[in-house]
């Protein structure tokens, strides 16, 4: 979500509605707010509107909350449905790590058209719910143009679709020391 020309302005929402709800955006300095008592709900479109799903890797979400629930449309007309680990389709909470980080891995292979992320409400604590950053990593899928001009003087206009893979994070490196056999006394 940190650059716009992958997720657009205006492909974010929420319910209830808020015109600050952009603030989601990595690394945008912003926080949005809301009460408990409106039970919000952040939508975020993943397509324009007739374009097929993208694979949908995870979310991670830094706010104030205990956790959050995670529901996915595979199609447009499609309602959406619970992100769950389990057969009975219950919704998969995903906890809350300590510094407010929510690391909600997706289940392979998991195409999608939109998100909805959904804060779990519990009565303690304060009456506000804050979310600083979402981000989203999935496979999307980009245009690029290129024109090509022949010695003959005509131009030639290429259209090319690639697949853009999402960047993966790089495991620290284990200290060789660490990886040695102890011996036995």
Do not use: Y
């Amino acid at each position: 979500m940190r650059t716009p020309k992958t997720i657009p302005a205006g492909f974010i929402s929420s319910v209830p509605q808020s015109d600050d709800i952009e603030s989601v955006r990595p690394d945008d300095g912003k926080i949005w707010t809301t009460t408990k008592a409106s039970k919000p709900e952040i939508i975020i479109a993943l397509v324009s509107a007739g374009e097929e799903g993208v694979l949908l890797g995870r979310l991670l979400v830094k706010g104030d909350m205990p956790g959050v629930t995670v529901f996915v449309k595979t199609s447009e007309n499609d309602d959406f449905k619970p992100v769950s680990t389990k057969e009975d389709q219950q919704p998969k909470v995903f906890e809350s790590a300590e510094g407010g980080l929510i690391n909600a891995v997706m289940p392979s292979k998991l195409m999608a058209t939109a998100v909805k992320v959904v804060p779990v409400i519990t009565e303690e604590g304060a009456q506000t719910i804050s979310v600083e950053d979402i981000s989203l990593f999935a496979c999307f899928t980009e245009e690029f143009t290129s024109v090509t001009t022949t010695t003959t003087g005509a131009t030639t206009t290429e259209k090319t679709t690639t697949k853009q893979l999402p960047q993966q994070q790089k495991l620290p490196k284990v200290q060789p020391h660490l990886l040695q056999p102890r011996q036995l006394q």
